[in-house]
């Protein structure tokens, strides 16, 4: 699903609105599986498309960083 052009999402609307732990731990869990899909691209060679300064820019698996070179998305206690 994606919003309309010019179109916020409630986040990018409220940026300090604190999040419940429930809310944190669907983040954070969103996050991991995006960490984890881009990188199993990486290794298999294909490439993935991102929104980068308003438009879609496609990398090549040489162009996506390593996991390990990224900031890592550590799983939050439960």
Not at 20 to 46: C, T, Y
């Amino acid at each position: 699903m994606n919003p309309q052009p010019g179109i916020k999402s409630t986040s990018e609307n409220n940026p300090h609105i604190p999040l419940s732990e429930l809310h944190q731990q669907i983040d954070a869990g969103v996050k991991q599986a995006i960490a984890n899909s881009i990188e199993r691209h990486r290794k298999l060679g294909e490439s993935i498309s991102i929104w980068k300064d308003g438009k879609v820019v496609t990398l090549t698996a040489d162009q996506i960083p390593p996991l390990s070179s990224t900031h890592h998305i550590q799983k939050q206690p439960r």
